[in-house]
């Protein structure tokens, strides 16, 4: 996929094709539908008094609203996701600012539903992170603050924290030369697989993921490994790696000026590749989470998911767990679409403002971006940094180059991203047919555009 410009607008931001080569080891960029929060809007700057704010003592608190701690309801994990671990290490300095993490939910839809209704309420959380595919929606709808103005409030300017971040990142949260956001959470889809899985099959891997037509040769033999189990399924929302296979194949789903093309003959194909998996029963339908569970358990031999999932499933596991860049289709270039989220400033009062700012500069400093990289993630900063063992299949994609995520236009952005993608979830499991599929989507989504 090349630059896509979602909204039709005139817009400075390019997001186009990131390659290794143009960040010396960073990365490029899932998100979540945001359906049924585009048409309420957020309230007016300095509206009524600022929430999860006070002083105690000499310190300002402010809350963070992100999907990384453990929701409510949830058990709590044994080890503190990094995401909180940044978090205690800024409090741990005692800077006169403390930040109080919370995770209303693991769903980024979930995160920013409450934070809309916060911020229609005159009570916004500080800092919200959002995906950026929906950085249209958090400009349009949100009025999310631009880091420039949040810099100013503090009487510096964006140097401080946009210096330690590779520039073609930085183009990726800027609208009309405006940054958005401090650019966070870089990652892009892989093939997780249980080596065990595929020994006992005996199935070569490296053949097995050359192509897809070589996959779906082995799945009959990796099927009889888990007694007769699917042998593929995705782990994340399913817009994102349909988008990876669209381009992979030719296709599209927005064009340059955020128009659908998803009906074109090579993303209808892309599309009926995986239908043709689920014909084969060898295609998982469950949800993200119970795709999960099945992988860990060892019920199914692959997983599509986040490199960012590296670091978890490494813990979870009891298996040789390895990754793949995805098989290509035929000699046709795999084309990646990168994902992640930005952490977005959504204080209205300048002493948010301000505390939220102290917060961006460590989280993006050599210390705190190294506790952020115990998760998987792609490094995006300027900071030689490690690779993970796995992360080798999400740096080859990079190498190959990495395009920007759809970023869904206009302030209806987030019901377009869940009309596709709940045609992506019923063609593959062979609910409709893909061309019909792709060309309703087309056909449904057209009065959502701006």
Known sequence: MTTQRPDGNQTSAKRGFVSRRQMLGGAAGGALALAGLARAGAA????????????QGSATEITFSHIWGTPPGEQAAETKHPMEQVIDAFNAKNTGVKVLGQTPSGDYYEVLQKAQAELAAGKPPALVITPWSNIYFATEGLSVDNLEDVAAAAGESTDAVLKNIKANVINLVQIDGKTKG???????????YNADLFTKAGVDPAATFKTWDSYAQAGPKLQSAVGGNPVIAFGTNLDWPAQSLAQSNGGRILDDSGKPVMDSPETVAAMQMVADLDKQKLYFRGTSKESRAAFVGGSIPCWVGSIASLGGLTKNVKFGLKTSPFPTFGEKPRKMSSGGSFIGVYARDKDQQKAAWEFLKFAISQEGYSIWMKTG???????????????????????????????????RGGEIQATWGNYVARIWASDIGAEEGCKDAVKDIKPLLP
Do not use: H, K
């Not at 007016?44 to 002083?55: L, W």
């Not at 401090?182 to 997780?192: D, E, I, K, M």
């Not at 300027?382 to 063992?389: C, E, S």
């Open 44 to 55: 007016p700057r300095g509206a009524g008094a600022p929430a999860v704010i006070r002083s």
């Open 182 to 192: 401090l650019p966070w959470a870089f990652s892009c889809p892989v093939v997780y």
């Open 377 to 411: 993630y792609l490094n995006i900063s300027n900071y030689d940094l490690p690779i993970l063992p796995g992360q080798e299949a999400a740096y080859t994609q990079l190498d190959e180059g990495l395009t920007a995520e759809s970023a869904w236009p206009g302030p």
